[in-house]
C-alpha cells in the first residue's frame, strides 16, 4: 500500500496542475490523495480518516455515498448516460425543473441547464443583456452591469468581470467588461472609518444610470468566497426593491448559499425576494455530480420567444447540458430534503454550530466570527485590537488548515479566514468534535 500512495503521489506532482495552488509549494509538500468517502469523512490512500469539514468544496450535503443518491445514478446509468438537450429531451431533466420550480422563490417559472456555477452566472448575464436588448427602442442602452465589491461569480471571464475580489481578480481586468461597482455592505468590527451607505450609494447611481442598466448581480445574505461577509437584515430587500423602482433585472447569484446552506432551501426566502434570475449550482446533486440552472421568470422567457427568422433565440449552450446523471443525483437530492425533513433536523445543529464557535472568541487572535446557518468563516488576525491582519506571506490560513489535517480535519480556508462548511447531514458530536479541532489548529498556528 505504502508503495501505491507514493507512486501516486509522484504522478500527482508529474502530471497534475492543481487549481488555486501555488504549485511550487504543492511539489514541496504531502497531501491526502482521498480515495473514498462515508458520510461526513473522507479516507485517504493510505486509510486515515479525515472529517470532511467543507463538503468538499461547499457541494456535499447529506454526506459521501448516500444510498438514495447513489441508487438513483445507478438506475439512470442503466438507462442512459449522457443525450443531447439540443434539440431533444429527456424524463429526467424534465422532472427535475418541475420540482425546481416547485420549490423555487414564488415567480421563477423556468428551468436552463448548464454544469457549473460560472457558467450559471454567464447565462445570467448574456440573458439579461439580450433580453433589453430585444425589448427594443431606448432598452438597447442597457448594456451595463452592477455588482457589489468583494463578490465572487466564478473564474470566467463573464463571471470575473462581475467579481470584486482584487486577489483573484485585479490582474485580468483587461480582458474583462467594463462593470459598475457599489460597496461590499459587510463591516468588519475594528472598521470604525466612515463609509458611504451601499444602498445609498445603488439609489445614486440608478438615479444617473438606470437607463444603462441591465441588471444588477449578488450573493444574498453572505459573500462567499470574499471570506464569508454576512450582510445586515434587510439590505437584499432593499436592493430588490431598487432594482423593482428603476426597472433593473435582479440576479441572485445561490451558487453557494442554495439548497439550505442558510438554513432555508434558498437564502432570498428568507428577505422573501424573488429574483429574475437565480443562479445555482454547487449542491444541487448533493455534491455527486457537475451540474447548474439559472431559473427566470416567464417575463423574461417571452421576450425571447419570436418567429425564427426574427433571431431571437438564446444562442447559447454546452455539450453536455442537463446531463443525465448529474440530473438523476440533482433528483435524489431533493427528494432526501423531502423524506428526511433536512432543513427541519439542521436548525438545531446550527444553533449547536453558534454555541460551540463561542469558545473561540477567547483566542487571542480569532478577530471575527461569522456564521450564517451551516456557512462560517473566522478571521485570523495579527492584533485584533488595532485590527492589524496577518500579512500574506504568513500563510496563517493554510498553516491552521494543516493543522487541522494532522487532527484529522480537512477545511480550505480563503486568505486569513478559516471556512466551516459541514455536510448539511453531520452528526452532532462531529460538528463539535470539528469547532474543537478548529480550536487546537489554530492555537498551534498562532501561538495562542
Ligand atoms: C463557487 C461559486 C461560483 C462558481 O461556481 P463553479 O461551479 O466553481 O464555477 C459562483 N458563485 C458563487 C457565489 C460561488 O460560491
Redesign the pocket.
Known amino acids: 500500500m505504502a508503495s501505491r500512495s507514493h507512486r501516486l503521489r509522484q504522478d500527482d506532482k508529474r502530471y497534475v496542475w492543481h487549481p488555486f495552488t501555488q504549485m511550487q509549494d504543492w511539489l514541496r509538500e504531502r497531501h491526502p490523495i482521498i480515495e473514498r468517502g462515508e458520510g461526513s469523512t473522507l479516507i485517504d490512500v493510505d486509510g486515515r480518516r479525515y472529517l470532511d469539514g467543507i463538503s468538499s468544496l461547499?457541494v456535499t450535503l447529506h454526506g459521501h455515498r448516500k444510498p438514495a443518491i447513489d441508487r438513483s445514478i445507478r438506475a439512470q446509468l442503466s438507462k442512459v448516460a449522457h443525450t443531447t438537450f439540443l434539440g431533444l429531451s429527456h424524463p429526467t431533466a424534465i422532472e427535475l425543473a418541475k420540482a425546481l420550480i416547485r420549490i423555487a422563490p414564488a415567480g421563477l417559472a423556468k428551468v436552463f441547464y448548464s454544469d457549473?456555477?460560472?457558467?450559471a452566472?454567464e447565462i445570467a448575464l448574456k440573458m439579461a443583456f439580450q433580453y433589453w436588448q430585444q425589448r427594443g427602442g431606448s432598452f438597447r442602452r442597457k448594456t451595463r452591469f452592477i455588482a457589489l465589491e468583494e463578490a465572487?461569480?466564478?473564474?470566467t471571464l463573464g463571471?470575473v468581470s462581475v467579481g470584486g475580489i482584487e486577489l483573484f481578480h485585479q490582474l485580468y481586468r483587461p480582458l474583462l467588461f467594463p462593470t459598475w461597482r457599489i460597496p461590499s455592505p459587510y463591516r468588519a468590527p475594528w472598521d470604525r472609518a466612515r463609509r458611504p451607505d451601499p444602498v445609498e450609494r445603488l439609489e445614486a447611481l440608478l438615479r444617473r444610470q438606470h437607463d444603462q442598466v441591465a441588471g444588477l448581480v449578488m450573493?444574498p445574505l453572505i459573500q462567499?468566497?470574499a471570506g464569508m461577509l454576512p450582510s445586515p437584515p434587510g439590505f437584499l430587500k432593499a436592493v430588490r426593491s431598487l432594482c423593482s423602482q428603476f426597472n433593473v433585472l435582479l440576479i441572485l447569484?445561490e451558487?453557494?448559499t442554495g439548497f439550505g446552506r442558510t438554513g432555508t432551501m434558498f437564502a432570498c426566502e428568507q428577505e422573501g425576494v424573488t429574483p429574475d434570475l437565480l443562479?445555482l449550482?454547487?449542491g444541487i446533486t448533493g455534491g455527486y455530480l457537475p451540474l447548474?440552472v439559472t431559473l427566470t421568470t416567464q417575463e423574461i422567457f417571452d421576450g425571447f420567444r419570436a418567429s425564427y427568422g426574427e433571431k431571437k433565440t438564446f444562442f447559447h449552450g454546452h455539450t453536455y447540458t442537463a446531463n443525465p446523471l448529474a440530473c438523476a443525483a440533482a433528483l435524489a437530492n431533493l427528494h432526501c430534503f423531502q423524506r428526511e425533513q433536512t432543513l427541519k433536523l439542521l436548525q438545531p445543529k446550527i444553533a449547536l454550530l453558534r454555541r460551540e464557535l463561542k469558545s473561540l472568541r477567547s483566542l487571542s487572535h480569532v478577530g471575527d466570527i461569522r456564521q450564517v446557518g451551516f456557512m462560517v468563516g473566522i478571521e485570523l488576525m495579527q492584533d485584533r485590537e488595532r485590527g492589524e491582519p496577518y500579512p500574506y506571506e504568513a500563510k496563517i490560513g493554510i498553516r491552521t488548515i494543516l493543522e487541522a489535517r494532522r487532527r484529522g480535519l480537512i477545511i480550505r480556508p480563503l486568505g486569513n479566514v478559516i471556512v466551516l462548511m459541514p455536510p448539511l447531514s453531520i452528526a452532532s458530536r462531529d460538528l463539535s468534535r470539528m469547532v474543537r479541532i478548529v480550536a487546537d489548529s489554530i492555537v498551534a498556528a498562532t501561538g495562542g
Open positions: 461547499w457549473n456555477g460560472a457558467t452566472v465572487y461569480h466564478g473564474d463571471a450573493e462567499a468566497a447569484d451558487v453557494a443562479c449550482a454547487k447548474a
